[in-house]
């Protein structure tokens, strides 16, 4: 390590003011910090400090991902073994490895295009890289269906990470979670890549691999879209992709059609368990945007014609573990940035964001997916909430001094 | 004594070095110094110059808005330097003391006899009204201004602080004088912020107990918890062991500017107590204390939060009862410092594993600000160690867009640097929210006024 260290300090006075590769200080100083914490002391207040950083805060987020990320890469190969019907001679490495390489040229093409751009803006404003990207490159990829094409996510991670991160300021000025946004952008500029029976489970091969033919009676479409489009009213069946009925356990433990992080409930807890226990996401608005959800699916069940409205028929139980609801209500929702920043905004903010996804799903089927719209919505409305938290508080200062005068 | 307060939010960091009550002495001071800007928002006129002749009590300067706000020398002796820094501010006084020491006498001062004006004018003469501070603001008391009440602060909750219990035990009649004297300064009443765990009877003022973590002993909080301020109210604060100097001045009819200090920190073999005087220099305290070391090592006038960085050859704040020498950490190259899962790196957070390790488990934290400033991210992270009605997140935004219709909204008249040392401490984000907050109030002062 030390021979490290000796190298980064020979080479630093080239990438200083002046020195000749001094345009990529920024990227260099990125990964000065990487490797080795900062020894700089304290020069003004406090003499000590918290280990905590925002490298930190970021990599246990990642940490958090990686189960739902893990799991998607096996679903991934899994649904595709079973579409050929080849699953039952397949071992669970080749799956794996099926789904790992399907997914991981997402991951490559977010982190590259999203941190260039990070790179680019942290130079020009002569600052120093941040690390939120790392989490937003992260969670594009767990978001979208399997077959989205690679160009797709690079033009829609460059919108987001441009327009609506970087012009208002960077990590942490943002007033949109930047991976909803991407996500937001390929769903209303490509609507057919984003829904529909034919995107989620990749039939064909990943580079060269597990090609076959699919088997007969197979169809791709999740288990919301089933519900979208279940028409002349009756029960609600939902089925898995051969068209054997599911039940709730399937849906927990995620063995069926969807986004690629989104589908198994077990692991996204795993993960929202990592992020309660270390402290880094608020309790507070993962439980009010479950609470959220089951309220407003329980007055689906009891008051939504489901003759119109077939989603309504779901349990407030298959509402939660279907779709991205989960995986907002861990990993979305609890954005620090774009949440309610105040203990009582988060429980409003969150409760909100659980009606709203429900909402959205049962009483409009041209959106299955209605938690991520959901949690953009009160993105925006995520400061107004603050403000009257805050104007209470504002309120309860100016009744103090008035109650003094009299 | 019968009202007590619980504190739940805040935070004990657990540091090693705790000092053992005991108190020992040390040589005395080579050279003193008297350092203006412990005295905030004071603008010094020195009225002495090197080689003049001085006893303890004789005014070296005084406040340029306030003429009668003096300070004085703590110790009879000659001036030896005044050094300036940039601008020509000036930086410290330095006195070397005589073998005499006489002190400036006040003759005979019967505090049941005299009223309020008399207890202000020997206040302000001797130097010690500058130990009383006010709020808004956090400055050195404006002396034109009735206060509404006055609060004293009989603990202090930060890291490896001394025990006032023990501190304040020789001397309990200087206290009980000094109350007496405060409560002549103002029609309300003057509060005493006592702690639940280091007890002490207050006869001469009203009693109010506080239980829990830091920030409990900051007066901000007992005045939060107590009787908020308002806007256009002005309340004067202090700290037990200075207002031990107006309960010695009345007493003895001289002033007695010697302090017990705690000697903490990691640095330190056998953290203790010792024998010191105000202005006293930092070998002199820590004589024969600080462990050998080849790294560089921090020393700390008053506690890791709010102390400032004197250095080992600088001097004892005026308003610090407390020396703290911890590593300097400069020398520590930390290999992917943010994937550690080492259990020894303290974080109130439970990122690291440090909570794993039990509430008692004491610490060595270096002076490493161990990350790169951020925007705010975290939300609830100030919350968590700020007892107060106030959103500290809100307020600092409200300071760094300078919005005075928003400070004053969200309580900037209630708060001192001091307050948001916690906050500091455990950012995310490693902002300097204690300057941000001085300047805040320093700009605001002068918009005001």
């Keep these: 390590m030390k021979a490290l260290k000796n190298y980064i300090d020979k080479i630093k006075p080239h990438f200083e003011p002046g020195g000749k590769l001094s345009m990529f200080q920024s990227v ?21 400090h918290d280990s905590i950083d925002s490298k930190r805060t970021m990599t246990v987020v990642i940490v958090a991902l990686l189960p739902a990320l893990l799991f998607g890469m096996y679903n991934v190969g899994y649904q595709h073994y079973v579409s050929i019907g080849e699953l039952a001679q397949t071992s669970f490495w080749s799956i794996f490895l099926f789904g790992f390489l399907a997914v991981l040229p997402k991951i490559v093409v977010a982190y590259v295009v999203g941190l260039g751009i990070e790179f680019t803006a942290a130079q020009i404003r002569h600052h120093e890289i941040q690390e939120g990207f790392l989490v937003s490159g992260m969670l594009i990829p767990m978001i ?50 984003m829904s529909g029976d034919s995107v989620f489970i990749r039939t064909g091969d990943t580079f060269g691999l597990g090609a076959g033919t699919v088997v007969e009676g197979f169809s791709g479409a999740t288990p919301l879209g089933q519900a979208a489009t279940h028409t002349g009213g009756g029960l609600l069946q939902l089925t898995d992709t051969l068209g054997n009925p599911l039940s709730l356990s399937d849906m927990f433990f995620g063995l069926i059609p969807g986004s690629i992080g989104e589908t198994s409930t077990l692991a996204i807890l795993i993960g929202g368990a990592i992020l309660l226990l270390t402290g880094i996401a608020s309790w507070r608005v993962m439980l009010s945007v479950f609470a959220g959800g089951i309220v407003m699916s329980l007055i689906c069940n009891w008051f939504a014609n489901p003759d119109i409205y077939p989603a309504a028929q779901l349990s407030p139980l298959s509402q939660i573990c279907l779709g991205g609801f989960a995986f907002a209500a861990v990993f979305m929702a609890t954005d620090p940035v774009t949440g309610a920043r105040t203990n009582t905004g988060k429980y409003i903010f969150g409760f909100l964001i659980g009606v709203l996804a429900i909402l959205i799903r049962v009483f409009n089927s041209g959106y299955p997916e209605g938690a991520m719209l959901a949690v953009l919505l009160m993105n925006a409305f995520a400061p107004l909430i603050d403000y009257f938290v805050v104007e209470a508080n504002i309120r309860r200062r100016l009744k103090r001094a008035k109650n003094l005068t009299k | 004594m019968d009202h007590v307060v619980k504190i739940k939010k805040g935070l004990d960091i657990q540091l090693q070095g705790i000092p053992s009550p005991r108190i020992s002495e040390v040589p005395n001071s080579q050279l003193y110094a008297i350092i203006p800007d412990d005295f905030v928002g004071l603008t010094p006129k020195i009225t002495v110059k090197p080689g003049d002749k001085v006893l303890a009590g004789t005014p070296i300067m005084h406040d340029k ?273 943010w994937a550690s899962l080492n259990p020894h790196k303290y974080s109130m957070s439970h990122s690291y594993f440090s909570w794993l390790m039990g509430k008692k488990r004491q610490y060595a934290i270096d002076a490493r600000v161990r ?79």
């Design chain 2, 65 to 337: 808005s306030h003429v009668d706000v003096t300070i004085v020398s703590p110790i009879s002796g000659e001036i030896t330097a005044i050094e300036r820094g940039e601008r020509r501010k000036v930086m410290k006084i330095t006195i070397k003391p005589d073998s005499t020491q006489q002190s400036v006498e006040f003759g005979k001062l019967d505090l049941d006899s005299m009223n309020g004006d008399e207890v202000k004018a020997l206040l302000l003469k001797s130097g010690t009204f500058a130990f009383i501070k006010q709020r808004p603001y956090d400055i050195v008391a404006n002396p034109d201004t009735t206060p509404r009440d006055i609060f004293v602060t009989a603990f202090d909750s930060a890291p490896l602080a001394p025990d006032y219990s023990f501190v304040l035990k020789e001397e309990m009649q200087h206290f009980e004088t000094g109350l007496k004297a405060l409560s002549k300064l103002t029609p309300g009443k003057v509060y005493v912020g006592v702690s639940a765990k280091q007890p002490i009877e207050v006869k001469n003022g009203t009693a109010v107990i506080f239980d829990g973590p830091h920030p409990a002993g900051n007066v901000g909080v007992q005045i939060n918890h107590i009787a908020p301020i308002n806007k256009g109210e002005t309340v004067w604060t202090m700290n037990a062991l200075d207002l031990l100097f107006i309960g010695r001045l009345f007493d003895k009819s001289a002033v007695d500017f010697s302090r017990i200090i705690a000697v903490t920190g990691s640095e330190i073999n056998t953290p203790h107590y010792v024998r010191s005087h105000v202005g006293a220099s930092m070998l002199s305290v820590t004589h024969g204390l600080v462990k050998p070391a080849e790294y560089e090592q921090r020393y700390i006038s008053g506690n890791v939060l709010t102390g400032t960085n004197a250095g080992a050859n600088g001097y004892l704040g005026a308003v610090h009862s407390q020396v703290t020498v911890i590593p300097e950490g400069n020398n520590c190259n930390e290999f992917l410092g």
């Design chain 1, 28 to 48: 260099f100083e990125g990964f000065e910090s990487f490797l080795f914490v900062p020894n700089t002391t304290s020069r003004s207040g406090v003499h000590i």
């Design chain 1, 144 to 193: 979208v269906p399997v077959d989205t094409p690679l160009w797709m996510i690079a033009v829609a991670t460059a919108f987001a990470v441009i327009f609506a991160k970087e012009v208002f300021g960077g990590t942490g000025m943002n007033i949109f979670n930047i991976a909803l946004v991407t996500r937001a952008f390929l769903f209303f500029a490509y609507p057919s890549k």
């Design chain 2, 371 to 449: 990350g790169g400033e951020r925007a705010i991210i975290m939300s609830d992270e100030y919350d968590r160690v700020f007892p107060m009605d106030i959103y500290p997140e809100y307020l600092i935004k409200a300071i760094l867009a300078f919005d005075i219709d928003k400070m004053e909204s969200l309580g900037i008249y209630e708060i001192a640097p001091e307050d948001f040392a916690l906050c500091e401490f455990v950012d995310t984000s490693k902002l300097e929210l204690q300057k941000i907050v001085r300047n805040g109030l320093d700009r605001l002062m002068k918009e005001m006024n």
